[in-house]
T-cell receptor, first 115, second 113 residues
Framework: GNSVTQMEGPVTLSEEAFLTINCTYT??????LFWYVQYPGEGLQLLLK?????DKGSNKGFEATYRKETTSFHLEKGSVQVSDSAVYFC??????????????FGKGTHLIIQP | EAQVTQNPRYLITVTGKKLTVTCSQN?????MSWYRQDPGLGLRQIYY???????DKGDVPEGYKVSRKEKRNFPLILESPSPNQTSLYFC????????????FGPGTRLTVT
């Protein structure tokens, strides 16, 4: 079956530090890959996505590249801010069933940015 | 505003007392899902629906029921809640075939004592 593995944290960084959150996956078919962000007390919001190998998703200074050879989709940001403190989820959809059966999520990485 | 709404946002109940959590979306999405979020386990899908009157089990369906009588609504029913169903529940919707993004509601925190 499908699975997503990511560091759970908490990951604590100082403001303006470089961020990497690792994500690796196993899947059947040709998955689409996502990063979602959950701010305290809120639902999940789509941060970025990539639908095929070598695609780079980007949004709000975050980037992730779909690496089929290493089955990875690591999230990066060059300079984090206190407002980036949240829980980040890596997820995939293998496309089987046309996407109706939803996403497979990692366990989430709690990111804490200190001023 | 395009959104997924859930009610109630917070609920404390007792073992065995039937409850329903409502979910509604105003984006005319075909697909809808329910997830539960638990510490250390991430999000796990409970049920999903591909269209009106079409539902199917996700990864953790035991103890839950759903219905999809209208396209916009997808209620989650716990007929006899138990303490192990204490969790944070999210409803999500997706436009339809080959659109894999999910749009999430704000969550319902359920405590069963």
């Amino acid at each position: 079956g499908n699975s997503v593995t990511q560091m759970e944290g908490p990951v604590t960084l100082s403001e303006e530090a470089f961020l990497t959150i690792n994500c690796t996956y196993t899947a059947t078919g040709y998955p689409s890959l996502f990063w979602y962000v959950q701010y305290p007390g809120e639902g999940l919001q789509l941060l970025l996505k990539a639908t095929k190998a070598d695609d780079k998703g980007s949004n709000k200074g975050f980037e992730a590249t779909y690496r089929k050879e290493t089955t990875s989709f690591h999230l990066e940001k060059g300079s984090v801010q206190v407002s980036d403190s949240a829980v980040y989820f890596c997820a995939l959809s293998d496309g089987i069933g046309g996407g109706a059966d939803g996403l497979t999520f990692g366990k989430g990485t709690h990111l804490i940015i200190q001023p | 505003e395009a959104q997924v709404t859930q009610n109630p946002r917070y609920l404390i109940t007792v073992t065995g007392k039937k409850l329903t959590v409502t979910c509604s979306q105003n984006m005319n999405h075909e697909y809808m899902s329910w997830y539960r979020q638990d510490p250390g386990l991430g999000l796990r899908q409970i049920y999903y629906s591909m269209n009106v009157e079409v539902t199917d089990k996700g990864d953790v369906p035991e103890g839950y029921k759903v219905s999809r009588k209208e396209k916009r609504n997808f209620p989650l029913i716990l007929e006899s809640p138990s303490p192990n169903q204490t969790s944070l529940y999210f409803c999500a919707s997706s436009p339809g075939p080959l659109s894999y993004e999910q749009y999430f509601g704000p969550g319902t925190r359920l405590t069963v004592t």
